[in-house]
T-cell receptor, first 116, second 114 residues
Framework: DVKVTQSSRYLVKRTGEKVFLECVQD?????MFWYRQDPGLGLRLIYF???????EKGDIPEGYSVSREKKERFSLILESASTNQTSMYLC???????????????FGEGSRLTVL | AQSVTQLGSHVSVSEGALVLLRCNYS??????LFWYVQYPNQGLQLLLK??????LVKGINGFEAEFKKSETSFHLTKPSAHMSDAAEYFC????????????FGAGTRLAVHP
């Protein structure tokens, strides 16, 4: 089974702190994604990566950066956390090529971040 | 631009009743369409998807959805609700060649009461 693992399920940070959210997948997927989930807004794409060291901005990249040094690992960085970044963060991965899993994203269990 | 609209942020049904969760999309190219389910404190799990071929798609746990191009809809149904179906459901759209970026609807929370 595909496994996407997010390093922390719950984090509490203070305003201005630097925050790292880590995500690892074990299925050799080319694509990796970071989404933010807020009530009533669904999931919004922050950044995605289609290859090592490659990244693309999603719909809400402001205040975030990402790093992908290895194919299996995709990190989300909040350089200076703010209270409006309190949210659930979901990592996902997928293949680029076709086949039975075409288009499907596999999700981690999420990291709930609270910024005080 | 692509977008997804889910009609109704909360839906409540009785156990054994029909479940109908509505999803409409806009897309300038042929879409891939998905329904995901999220149980409390968990990530998202794929229920079913439409990419090409048969427009009536069957998924896990007795759910199915029908792609209707003329109505730009992909509504999710289940003939008989079970208590275990209580969760949040997300409709999503992407298109081929787009790095599999999914655009999600706002979600519909399904409550099932005895």
């Amino acid at each position: 089974d595909v496994k996407v693992t997010q390093s922390s399920r719950y984090l509490v940070k203070r305003t201005g702190e630097k925050v790292f959210l880590e995500c690892v997948q074990d299925m050799d997927h080319e694509n990796m994604f970071w989404y933010r989930q807020d009530p009533g807004l669904g999931l919004r794409l922050i950044y995605f990566s289609y290859d090592v060291k490659m990244k693309e901005k999603g719909d809400i990249p402001e205040g975030y950066s990402v790093s992908r040094e290895k194919k299996e690992r995709f990190s989300l960085i909040l350089e200076s956390a703010s209270t409006n970044q309190t949210s659930m963060y979901l990592c996902a991965s997928s293949f680029s090529r076709g086949g039975p899993n075409t288009g499907e994203l596999f999700f981690g269990e999420g990291s709930r971040l609270t910024v005080l | 631009a692509q977008s997804v609209t889910q009609l109704g942020s909360h839906v409540s049904v009785s156990e054994g009743a029909l479940v109908l969760l509505r999803c409409n999309y806009s897309s300038s190219v042929p879409p891939y369409l998905f329904w995901y389910v999220q149980y409390p404190n968990q990530g998202l799990q794929l229920l079913l998807k439409y990419t090409t071929g048969a427009t009536l798609v069957k998924g896990i746990n007795g759910f199915e959805a029908e792609f209707k191009k003329s109505e730009t809809s992909f509504h999710l149904t289940k003939p008989s609700a079970h208590m275990s179906d209580a969760a949040e459901y997300f409709c999503a759209v992407s298109f081929s060649g787009g790095y599999n970026k999914l655009i999600f609807g706002a979600g519909t929370r399904l409550a099932v009461h005895p």
